[in-house]
C-alpha cells in the first residue's frame, strides 16, 4: 500500500485547514464596499487593509516555516488555524479602522503558519513519487478556497454583513478541533531526512532581501517580473473590483460574489482540463506573451461595459487568461531552475506576495482620484509586461 494512501487521512485534514484559511481570504472581496461606507473608510485605506494581509504573511512564512521543523507541523498548524479563527471573529466584530487592521494583520500571521507547515507535512508523508500528487491535492484545496471564498462571503451577507466573518471563525475552530483530535504528528525525523536528501542541491541559504536583490543575475529573471506584473494587475483590479462596480452600478455583495466566482471557476476548470494541451501545442512563452495581452486588454475593456452580463464576460476572459498565464510562468521557471526547484519557488511566491501588497495600495489611492486610474495603470503594467515578454521571446 503506498504511503499517499496510508495517510489519505492526513493528507483529508490538511486539505480542509487549507481550504478554510484560503476561503477567508476571499470573503472579503464582495463584502468590502459595504464595509466601505459602513465605516466611510476611503480606497486608500481598503487598498492598505488588503495588503496587510499579504504583508504579514510574506514576512512570517520564513519564520513559521523553521518553526514547523524545530516544534513539529501539527502544533504550527493549530495554532494557525486558532489565530485565524480569532482573526476572522475580530474582524467581524469591530467597527475602528486600527483594529481591522490588526485582524486583518493576524490573518495574514495565520495564513504564514499553516501553509508552510501544511506543505511540509504534505512532503513528509509522500514519498518522492507521490509528491507532487500529494501536493496537486493540497493546491486544489487553495485554488478551490480562493475561488469559493468570495461567493461565500457574497450569499451569507445576505444574513448580515459581519455574518460571513463569523461564519469562517466557526469553521476554523472546527477545523483545529477535528486535526487536534484526528491528526497525527508528521512522522519524526522525516523533515530532517528530506533536508539532509536535498542539502547538496540547494543554495546557501540567504535573506529574503537578497535573494531579491540577486535575482536580476538569474536566467529567469524576466519571469520573476512577469510574475511580479500579473499578480500587481490582478490584485490592483480584485481590490478595486467591489468598490468599481458597487459605486459605478450599485451592485450588491451578491452580484459580486457571482461574477468573481463564475471567472475563477471556468479559470479552475480550464487549468485542470485543457492547459497541459494549450502549453504543449503553443508553448509557455507564447501562451505567457499572448495571455498577457488579453489581461491588459480587457482589464481596460472593464472601463468601457456597462450592464451586469457584459462585466461578468469581460471578467471571465480576464480570470481565463490570469488562470492560464500563472501555471505557464510556474513551468517555464521549473525549466530554468534545473536542481533549484525550491528556492525558485520561492522566489516566485516572493515576488506574487510582492504585487499582492504593491498593487492593493497603488490601486486603492488611485481609485480615491479617480474610480477608473486603478484599471488604466493595471491595463498600462500588463501591457507593459506583454512587451518585455514579447521581446524575451525575440531574443530565444
Request: charged residues 10%; aromatic residues 12%; proline residues 4%.
Given at each position: 500500500?503506498?504511503?499517499?494512501?496510508?495517510?489519505?487521512?492526513?493528507?483529508?485534514?490538511?486539505?480542509?485547514?487549507?481550504?478554510?484559511?484560503?476561503?477567508?481570504?476571499?470573503?472579503?472581496?464582495?463584502?468590502?464596499?459595504?464595509?466601505?461606507?459602513?465605516?466611510?473608510?476611503?480606497?486608500?485605506?481598503?487598498?492598505?487593509?488588503?495588503?496587510?494581509?499579504?504583508?504579514?504573511?510574506?514576512?512570517?512564512?520564513?519564520?513559521a516555516?523553521?518553526?514547523?521543523?524545530?516544534?513539529?507541523r501539527?502544533?504550527?498548524?493549530?495554532?494557525?488555524?486558532?489565530?485565524?479563527?480569532?482573526?476572522?471573529?475580530m474582524?467581524?466584530?469591530?467597527?475602528?479602522?486600527?483594529?481591522?487592521?490588526?485582524?486583518?494583520?493576524?490573518?495574514?500571521?495565520?495564513?504564514?503558519?499553516?501553509?508552510?507547515?501544511?506543505?511540509?507535512?504534505?512532503?513528509?508523508?509522500?514519498?518522492?513519487?507521490?509528491?507532487?500528487?500529494?501536493?496537486?491535492f493540497?493546491?486544489?484545496?487553495?485554488?478551490?478556497?480562493?475561488?469559493?471564498?468570495?461567493?461565500?462571503?457574497?450569499?451569507?451577507?445576505?444574513?448580515?454583513?459581519?455574518?460571513?466573518?463569523?461564519?469562517?471563525?466557526?469553521?476554523?475552530?472546527?477545523?483545529?478541533?477535528?486535526?487536534?483530535?484526528?491528526?497525527?504528528?508528521?512522522?519524526?525525523?522525516?523533515?530532517?531526512?528530506?533536508?539532509?536528501?536535498?542539502?547538496?542541491?540547494?543554495?546557501?541559504?540567504?535573506?529574503?532581501?537578497?535573494?531579491?536583490?540577486?535575482?536580476?543575475?538569474?536566467p529567469?529573471?524576466?519571469?520573476?517580473?512577469?510574475?511580479?506584473?500579473?499578480?500587481?494587475?490582478l490584485?490592483?483590479?480584485?481590490?478595486?473590483?467591489?468598490?468599481?462596480?458597487?459605486?459605478?452600478?450599485?451592485?450588491?455583495?451578491?452580484?459580486?460574489?457571482?461574477?468573481?466566482?463564475?471567472?475563477?471557476?471556468?479559470?479552475?476548470?480550464?487549468?485542470?482540463?485543457?492547459?497541459?494541451?494549450?502549453?504543449?501545442?503553443?508553448?509557455?512563452?507564447?501562451?505567457?506573451?499572448?495571455?498577457?495581452?488579453?489581461?491588459?486588454l480587457?482589464?481596460?475593456?472593464?472601463?468601457?461595459?456597462?450592464?451586469?452580463?457584459?462585466?461578468?464576460?469581460?471578467?471571465?476572459?480576464l480570470?481565463?487568461?490570469?488562470?492560464?498565464?500563472?501555471?505557464?510562468?510556474?513551468?517555464?521557471?521549473?525549466?530554468?531552475?534545473?536542481?533549484?526547484?525550491?528556492?525558485?519557488?520561492?522566489?516566485?511566491?516572493?515576488?506574487?506576495?510582492?504585487?499582492?501588497?504593491?498593487?492593493?495600495?497603488?490601486?486603492?489611492?488611485?481609485?480615491?482620484?479617480?474610480?477608473?486610474?486603478?484599471?488604466?495603470?493595471?491595463?498600462?503594467i500588463?501591457?507593459?509586461?506583454?512587451?518585455?515578454?514579447?521581446?524575451?521571446?525575440e531574443?530565444?
Amino acid at each position: 500500500m503506498s504511503l499517499l494512501l496510508r495517510n489519505r487521512g492526513a493528507v483529508l485534514l490538511l486539505m480542509i485547514n487549507i481550504f478554510i484559511v484560503f476561503t477567508g481570504i476571499g470573503l472579503i472581496i464582495p463584502i468590502m464596499p459595504s464595509y466601505m461606507n459602513m465605516l466611510h473608510i476611503n480606497g486608500s485605506m481598503v487598498g492598505i487593509l488588503v495588503a496587510a494581509f499579504s504583508l504579514t504573511q510574506l514576512l512570517f512564512s520564513p519564520l513559521a516555516g523553521r518553526l514547523s521543523d524545530s516544534i513539529g507541523r501539527k502544533k504550527i498548524i493549530l495554532a494557525g488555524m486558532l489565530l485565524f479563527a480569532f482573526s476572522e471573529w475580530m474582524f467581524g466584530v469591530v467597527s475602528s479602522v486600527p483594529l481591522l487592521f490588526i485582524a486583518r494583520m493576524l490573518g495574514g500571521i495565520s495564513a504564514a503558519l499553516v501553509m508552510p507547515a501544511v506543505m511540509a507535512y504534505a512532503a513528509d508523508v509522500t514519498t518522492n513519487e507521490e509528491r507532487g500528487k500529494g501536493m496537486g491535492f493540497i493546491n486544489a484545496a487553495i485554488t478551490t478556497g480562493f475561488i469559493i471564498g468570495p461567493g461565500i462571503g457574497g450569499y451569507i451577507a445576505e444574513f448580515g454583513i459581519r455574518a460571513p466573518f463569523y461564519a469562517a471563525a466557526v469553521a476554523g475552530l472546527l477545523a483545529m478541533a477535528l486535526s487536534a483530535l484526528f491528526l497525527p504528528e508528521a512522522p519524526k525525523g522525516a523533515h530532517v531526512h528530506a533536508e539532509q536528501e536535498d542539502a547538496a542541491l540547494k543554495p546557501e541559504k540567504i535573506g529574503l532581501l537578497k535573494q531579491l536583490i540577486s535575482s536580476y543575475r538569474a536566467p529567469y529573471f524576466i519571469s520573476l517580473i512577469v510574475v511580479f506584473v500579473t499578480s500587481f494587475g490582478l490584485a490592483n483590479f480584485e481590490t478595486v473590483f467591489g468598490l468599481f462596480v458597487d459605486h459605478k452600478f450599485g451592485f450588491t455583495p451578491k452580484d459580486i460574489a457571482f461574477i468573481i466566482t463564475f471567472g475563477s471557476i471556468a479559470g479552475a476548470v480550464v487549468q485542470v482540463t485543457i492547459f497541459g494541451w494549450i502549453v504543449n501545442r503553443f508553448g509557455e512563452k507564447r501562451v505567457i506573451t499572448i495571455c498577457l495581452f488579453f489581461s491588459a486588454l480587457f482589464i481596460v475593456l472593464a472601463l468601457f461595459v456597462h450592464t451586469f452580463w457584459l462585466i461578468a464576460a469581460v471578467t471571465f476572459i480576464l480570470f481565463l487568461a490570469i488562470d492560464i498565464l500563472r501555471p505557464a510562468i510556474g513551468t517555464q521557471m521549473s525549466k530554468f531552475a534545473n536542481e533549484q526547484q525550491g528556492y525558485v519557488a520561492g522566489l516566485n511566491s516572493a515576488f506574487t506576495s510582492l504585487g499582492n501588497i504593491i498593487g492593493p495600495i497603488i490601486a486603492g489611492v488611485l481609485f480615491d482620484v479617480n474610480i477608473n486610474y486603478p484599471y488604466v495603470l493595471a491595463g498600462i503594467i500588463l501591457l507593459m509586461g506583454f512587451f518585455v515578454s514579447f521581446k524575451s521571446q525575440e531574443t530565444h
